[in-house]
């Protein structure tokens, strides 16, 4: 079975790389974030929801803000538990050249990226795709696809497209290959669910096999990277799937942290959750101590409370949850261990996360501006699919819709990868850009 050394031996090296020597003053994991955050997908976040289309309001979080709260969360899971892991096997440093700060670096980078393949109207984008590829008027253009490869478009996923977006370079024409090229532990860590899309295992109850991770375009890339980070094998007679990289299990428990109560001090900010009903929860995941709460009562405004308690909530979390990593490292590096770390939260936390959970859903994710959201959204991207694959499959009776997608977006002939480079061009539209084509399209308003 893998020990930390078999999957970080190869951590540094880049993606189309054999060797990265890094660059005096910056380690090459901290060049990873430095690549991600100037990359034009990761800044397109800005325009796409998190939960509220708020525009303009400085308190709602967006995928931006979102990413880069959850990279924040990322970046100190990651150096506690590299901490704590040197500490339990000390030659691993000398063995891989690795600190704990290198571990803070590839969690925080992948954490940065974990939402850069969202489609416009996030969840809802991803269904509004799905469906369009399911729908007849899309079967004209599947009819030289295989089954994997109907099934990408039919089951469309956001962790996939980021994957293709990070680890594939859009134009076939380049000479660089490999996406943004990061090193290989970041791409690990950023691969929640290592499979390929068929055959469907969801029902197999493990976190790693709950949906796909990778496009079969991608396919072979990702077997290399496989490979290359000694990842355990779970195939399948139908498909392929691995056992998570290690370091995925705290990319995605700065998600779960950020998103289940970040999301939820949102829904207060917009008056739909009571301040009693916030500051109750908050006081029962915080744990304040008598200094702190005598701090706390000391406070007069109450949006300041509630950032005090957030701010406590997130460090009890962020504390066990590394924790709960470390005390299963040897089951999570042996491939035993396929769940998600919230879920061995204590029971006392857990009962009160269920029941932020529910009032979320109830309160946030069924509240009238986000059922809206979510509408134009299906209304918005089956249009721009329509337009858009016409146009490459017939330029010539569709040149105007040709000619407004990006060259490097219509460089291939092979119908897969021509339809993939469409549904990857909408993808990457922010909210507003996706709207304000379709207006454009139908005439509501003028370029």
């Given at each position: ?97 690795l600190s704990a700060d290198d ?335 379709y207006r454009n399209f139908i ?5």
């Amino acid at each position: 079975m893998p020990s930390w050394k078999d999957y970080l031996i190869n951590a540094s090296r880049r993606l189309g790389k054999n060797e990265n020597p890094g660059q005096k003053g910056r380690t090459v994991f901290q060049r990873d974030y430095d690549r991600i955050i100037f990359f034009d997908a990761f800044r397109r976040l800005q325009n796409k929801t998190q939960v509220f289309p708020i525009p303009g309001s400085e308190e709602i979080r967006n995928r931006l803000t979102h990413s880069l709260e959850t990279a924040s969360v990322g970046r100190s899971l990651g150096f506690l538990a590299g901490m704590e892991i040197l500490k339990k096997y000390p030659d691993l440093q000398r063995e891989t050249g690795l600190s704990a700060d290198d571990f803070s670096y590839i969690v925080s980078a992948a954490a940065l990226a974990h939402d850069i393949g969202n489609p416009p109207f996030g969840h809802q984008g991803e269904e509004a795709i799905s469906v369009f590829f399911k729908s007849p008027k899309a079967q004209k253009y599947l009819q030289n696809l295989t089954e994997k490869q109907i099934a990408d478009l039919q089951n469309f996923e956001g962790n996939a497209a980021g994957f293709r977006i990070l680890a594939t370079t859009v134009d076939p024409r380049s000479q660089i290959k490999g996406g943004l090229r990061l090193n290989l532990a970041t791409y690990g860590a950023f691969v929640k669910y290592p499979k390929e899309v068929l055959p469907a295992r969801k029902h197999e109850r493990k976190v790693s096999l709950k949906k796909y991770g990778f496009f079969q375009a991608e396919k072979s890339v990702f077997k290399s990277l496989a490979e290359a980070l000694n990842l355990i094998e779970q195939h399948h007679a139908g498909g392929l799937a691995w056992k998570r990289y290690p370091l995925a299990f705290l990319t995605e428990a700065a998600d779960d942290i950020c998103y289940n109560i970040i999301d939820y001090e949102d829904g207060y900010h917009l008056k739909i959750i009571a301040f009693r009903s916030i500051e109750e929860k908050f006081q029962a995941l915080a744990r304040l101590s008598k200094k702190q709460m005598n701090d706390y009562h000391s406070i007069s405004d109450e949006k300041q409370k509630i950032a005090y308690l957030r701010a406590h909530v997130i460090h009890i979390l962020i504390s066990s949850l590394s924790r709960i990593f470390v005390e299963n490292e040897a089951d999570i590096r042996h491939g035993k261990y396929d769940r998600s770390l919230w879920k061995d939260l204590p029971d006392e936390y857990l009962e009160t996360l269920n029941e932020i959970a529910r009032e979320s859903l109830e309160k946030l994710y069924h509240n009238e501006l986000v059922l809206k959201k979510e509408a134009t959204g299906k209304t918005v991207i089956p249009f721009l699919l329509e337009k858009f694959l016409d146009a490459v499959f017939d330029s010539e009776q569709n040149k105007q819709y040709y000619l407004l997608i990006p060259p490097a977006y219509r460089q291939n002939e092979d119908a897969y990868l021509k339809i993939l480079d469409v549904v990857m061009y909408i993808a990457g539209m922010s909210d507003r850009q996706a709207v304000e084509l379709y207006r454009n399209f139908i005439g509501i308003r003028l370029p």
